[in-house]
């Protein structure tokens, strides 16, 4: 089970790290924010795509395919319910450019694509490991590619979208290959009644996408490429940190019940948020040209905003899966709810006023507030404890020892005076909840 649980999170960590690094290079190689805005925007509609075909039907899926014996019956509908889906995306695709005369929306010609692939029919079977690997395949022939644009300086835009395509071909391929089951389904004309079924849980899955990447597609309409661009950059290290976090607690997923358990994952989580933002608190310019460049200096306070939003959003990374492990479905349906429409306003708003410019990273930091705060209400027997508060209050005195060697020292001695008091705090951490460990 160990074994299994580190070769799954070493094909998601390099998948994350790969996704992140391909950016990050052709920043560093000096693509235009032109060229980097459109991978955004690819990115951005791939992940609201997926949370539209998805829209609830997935997850009753897999947890169906993993205790049905019937479960390629379940399967094959769910994939004729996601392929209809994926052509009602074309067709509305195709409206929104002769609507608009935007070539953008031609993105949508990808969900078809998309709609192939059944790695959360490999979840539900026991093939965590290959789905795991077609993650970083997924996610990897993109990443190389960028790469190999930046050694090349050849910002091919056509080149990216074709290798998009492709590496969403061959995890489509093999996924089927390892369930034995067909590729190529006919739609289903009633489709958009098991679609109806789930309305409240497929918003969910919307609000989860938009409050990271999903929000770029929402905001195309109404920010500049360059806004785009900056916020996409922040949101690649958002979304990295994030699925660092993920880890961890989908290792420990079935001890969410035991709430000394479920504390030690929110403790765990919680570090990693606490430090992703004392760094960019702290260091936003180091950080900017250490995995970007010069040219976005200019956005660090944008880092510094996803960095008090990963803070808040770190509080409890177990509330959520605990809410639906516990069957507090409806606490958990509203809370994201809200806090998507809480973020969408929040976006509208702001995009029409001197402070577009964060509105962006705003609407996300607006909606995980929202988001926090309703799972805090619906869930305060957990959260708030006296236990909870002693350690955060531990942590606020490590940040007002950064706080007193930042505004002593010199920038780069204070960077490695803080470095060492947080590896201290890591192994007087692991030395304390080392029976928790074991």
């Given at each position: 089970?160990?074994?299994?649980?580190?070769?799954?999170?070493?094909?998601?960590?390099?998948?994350?790290?790969?996704?992140?690094?391909?950016?990050?290079?052709?920043?560093?190689?000096?693509?235009?924010?032109?060229?980097?805005?459109?991978?955004?925007?690819?990115?951005?509609?791939?992940?609201?795509?997926?949370?539209?075909?998805?829209?609830?039907?997935?997850?009753v899926a897999t947890r169906d395919i993993a205790i049905k014996?019937?479960?390629?019956?379940?399967?094959?509908?769910?994939?004729?319910?996601?392929?209809?889906m994926s052509l009602f995306l074309v067709s509305l695709g195709?409206?929104?450019?002769?609507?608009?005369?935007?070539?953008?929306?031609?993105?949508?010609?990808?969900?078809?694509?998309?709609?192939?692939?059944?790695?959360?029919?490999?979840?539900?079977?026991?093939?965590?490991?290959?789905?795991?690997?077609?993650?970083?395949?997924?996610?990897?022939?993109?990443?190389?590619?960028?790469?190999?644009?930046?050694?090349?300086?050849?910002?091919?835009?056509?080149?990216?979208?074709?290798?998009?395509?492709?590496?969403?071909?061959?995890?489509?391929?093999?996924?089927?290959?390892?369930?034995?089951?067909?590729?190529?389904?006919?739609?289903?004309?009633?489709?958009?009644?098991?679609?109806?079924?789930?309305?409240?849980?497929?918003?969910?899955?919307?609000?989860?996408?938009?409050?990271?990447?999903?929000?770029?597609?929402?905001?195309?309409?109404?920010?500049?490429?360059?806004?785009?661009?900056?916020?996409?950059?922040?949101?690649?290290?958002?979304?990295?940190?994030?699925?660092?976090?993920?880890?961890?607690?989908?290792?420990?997923?079935?001890?969410?019940?035991?709430?000394?358990?479920?504390?030690?994952?929110?403790?765990?989580?919680?570090?990693?948020?606490?430090?992703?933002?004392?760094?960019?608190?702290?260091?936003?310019?180091?950080?900017?040209?250490?995995?970007?460049?010069?040219?976005?200096?200019?956005?660090?306070?944008?880092?510094?905003?996803?960095?008090?939003?990963?803070?808040?959003?770190?509080?409890?990374?177990?509330?959520?899966?605990?809410?639906?492990?516990?069957?507090?479905?409806?606490?958990?349906?509203?809370?994201?709810?809200?806090?998507?429409?809480?973020?969408?306003?929040?976006?509208?708003?702001?995009?029409?006023?001197?402070?577009?410019?964060?509105?962006?990273?705003?609407?996300?930091?607006?909606?995980?507030?929202?988001?926090?705060?309703?799972?805090?209400?619906?869930?305060?027997?957990?959260?708030?404890?006296?236990?909870?508060?002693?350690?955060?209050?531990?942590?606020?005195?490590?940040?007002?020892?950064?706080?007193?060697?930042?505004?002593?020292?010199?920038?780069?001695?204070?960077?490695?005076?803080?470095?060492?008091?947080?590896?201290?705090?890591?192994?007087?951490?692991?030395?304390?909840?080392?029976?928790?460990?074991?």
């Amino acid at each position: 089970m160990i074994k299994k649980i580190l070769v799954i999170g070493l094909f998601t960590g390099l998948a994350h790290l790969l996704s992140f690094y391909g950016v990050s290079f052709i920043v560093k190689m000096n693509a235009d924010k032109i060229f980097v805005s459109k991978i955004a925007e690819i990115e951005s509609a791939i992940a609201l795509m997926l949370s539209i075909m998805s829209f609830g039907l997935q997850q009753v899926a897999t947890r169906d395919i993993a205790i049905k014996d019937n479960w390629r019956k379940v399967l094959i509908l769910t994939q004729k319910n996601r392929l209809s889906m994926s052509l009602f995306l074309v067709s509305l695709g195709l409206f929104l450019y002769m609507f608009t005369n935007d070539t953008y929306y031609f993105i949508f010609f990808l969900a078809p694509f998309l709609a192939l692939n059944v790695d959360y029919a490999l979840y539900g079977r026991g093939f965590s490991v290959q789905a795991s690997f077609l993650s970083l395949i997924k996610v990897g022939i993109p990443a190389v590619v960028l790469i190999i644009l930046g050694l090349t300086r050849v910002f091919s835009f056509k080149i990216y979208i074709i290798a998009t395509i492709v590496s969403w071909l061959i995890i489509g391929f093999f996924s089927n290959k390892i369930l034995n089951v067909l590729m190529l389904l006919k739609p289903r004309l009633g489709f958009i009644k098991s679609y109806l079924k789930r309305i409240k849980i497929g918003f969910t899955d919307i609000a989860i996408t938009t409050l990271k990447l999903g929000i770029l597609t929402l905001a195309k309409p109404l920010y500049e490429e360059t806004i785009i661009a900056n916020a996409f950059v922040v949101l690649k290290i958002y979304v990295l940190v994030k699925g660092i976090q993920r880890v961890i607690f989908q290792a420990f997923y079935k001890d969410l019940v035991d709430e000394k358990k479920a504390f030690l994952i929110d403790k765990m989580g919680f570090v990693l948020g606490f430090i992703f933002f004392s760094i960019t608190f702290f260091y936003p310019n180091e950080i900017i040209t250490f995995l970007f460049t010069d040219d976005y200096i200019s956005s660090k306070h944008l880092f510094t905003m996803i960095g008090f939003t990963m803070l808040i959003s770190s509080i409890s990374i177990s509330v959520s899966p605990r809410m639906l492990l516990l069957k507090r479905d409806k606490g958990y349906i509203n809370s994201y709810l809200y806090a998507l429409i809480g973020a969408l306003i929040f976006l509208l708003i702001v995009s029409k006023t001197s402070f577009y410019f964060y509105g962006i990273i705003g609407a996300i930091l607006f909606g995980e507030t929202i988001l926090n705060l309703l799972f805090f209400f619906f869930s305060k027997g957990d959260i708030f404890t006296y236990e909870r508060l002693w350690f955060l209050m531990e942590l606020g005195l490590l940040f007002i020892i950064f706080a007193l060697i930042y505004f002593n020292f010199e920038t780069q001695v204070s960077l490695l005076l803080n470095t060492i008091c947080f590896v201290l705090y890591g192994i007087y951490f692991m030395i304390r909840h080392k029976k928790q460990f074991l």
